[in-house]
């Protein structure tokens, strides 16, 4: 009769064991995997699963106790000493390496330089060597080992582009680099810029097609807007051979023979007066029709600038220029500040412009804070006393009637003495 009420309680007991040993067995793989991936199942596991998984097993494990009873004999009793050292065991490789780093991670970080890892990134100074040495295949071929590994790395793709087009000469295959890319899925804008800026250099500088320089390029500034690429792809714009104000395309350089006076001696004109010089109004009229076409050049509005500070002294007018270019959203921080301090430089130029130096002072620390550009500000506006110190009238200081005649002096005569 006994033998028959153990059978039930047996088979109960072995039910248990197998779910619970099933559970167990899925831990297990779960960490055999976190540690082939990450070399440390501790490590590998995020928080979250770790303290799920710990209170899983403290819960199969209260649960094994609770179904053994508080007094377990016979198999009970191995069942629940065989549950207790597995739980164990995973709750060691679950915390043990977290707690070991946290107590001694001082002193074996200043014996071993540190637990940090190391990010992979692709090496490509074997690469850089053969370029240095001329064998261009090479460096290709390294690149291309990398770029298995490191899949799509913008900077093997472009040290490739590089070699193709300034190397081996040839530009087709540089662009056919570019176009593959450029059509690589998840590419960064700051990378889509990059690959298309290169596109555009390649066009204007080795195949000589400004036109088609000039698409890629409005095509950047069309894309990116009023990021820093689509700024800077408008300034190229505003220089492109046959712009209005911009370049001409590059001629072969010629030799040109100087012409060497026969009469060294002392001569009569030194060749003063066959230096001429540019007319300030019409150069600030030429700077002005090419930015009616080209408003966004920076360089040609600065120079307009300082042609109305300088030459044609016409503050105002210079202001005004030079607050519209502080107008711009997405400009790079170091064009604001330098554009900040010529502000700085023509306001400091007028007898009463000290107060409004301060003015743009303060609005370039507060553009900039906590920067490098801020601690300029901080600087110059400490020393905006001086120059206001400067631009005071100096005191005259009154000197007193002295006598002329310092020699010996004699008394007058009376007027009725012979």
Known sequence: ??????????????????????????????????????????????????????????????????????????????????????????????????????????????????????????????AI?????????????????????FRGDSEGLLMIVDLLAEDLKDPNAALEVLRESLQTPGRSESERAQALSRWADIQLQHLQDAEAARETLEEISREFGESPAGHLARQRLAHLPGAAGGGTAEEPPRLVVKHHEERVGLMEDFGASRVGGEDPAEAAAALNGHLNAHPD???????????????????????????????????????????????????????????????TLERMREQFPDTAWAAQAETRLRHLGLDQKAKEAPKTLKLGQYEQKLGLKTKEPPADSP
Not at 131 to 136: A, P, S
Not at 138 to 144: D, G, L, Q
Not at 317 to 322: E, G, H, I, M, N
């Open 129 to 149: 060597a053969l370029k240095k040495r001329g064998e261009f295949q090479a460096a290709i071929a390294a690149v291309r080992m990398e770029l298995e590994r």
């Open 297 to 359: 050049d920076w360089e040609s509005r600065e120079r307009l600038a300082l042609l109305y500070a300088e030459s044609l002294n016409e503050p105002s007018r210079a202001t005004a220029q030079l607050e519209r270019l502080l107008s711009q959203s997405g400009v790079p921080a170091r064009h604001v500040a330098r554009w900040y301090q010529l502000l700085v430089d023509l306001q400091l130029k007028a007898t009463d412009g000290v107060a409004a130096a301060r003015i």
């Open 1 to 126: 009769m006994t033998a028959m009420l153990a059978i039930p309680y047996l088979v109960a007991l072995l039910g248990d064991a197998l779910i619970f040993g099933s559970i167990l067995l899925g831990c297990a793989a779960l960490f055999a995997w976190q540690y082939a991936r990450h070399g440390s199942a501790a490590e590998g596991s995020p928080v979250i699963l770790r303290w799920t998984l710990t209170v899983g097993l403290i819960g199969l494990f209260a649960y094994t106790v609770h179904r053994v009873g508080p007094n377990p004999v016979g198999p009970s009793a191995f069942l629940l000493l065989i549950a207790g050292m597995v739980v164990s065991v995973l709750m060691m490789i679950l915390w043990l390496p977290t707690l070991v780093a946290g107590a001694l991670g001082p002193l074996t970080g200043s014996l071993t330089g540190g637990n940090e890892k190391v990010e992979a990134k692709p090496a490509y100074y074997r």
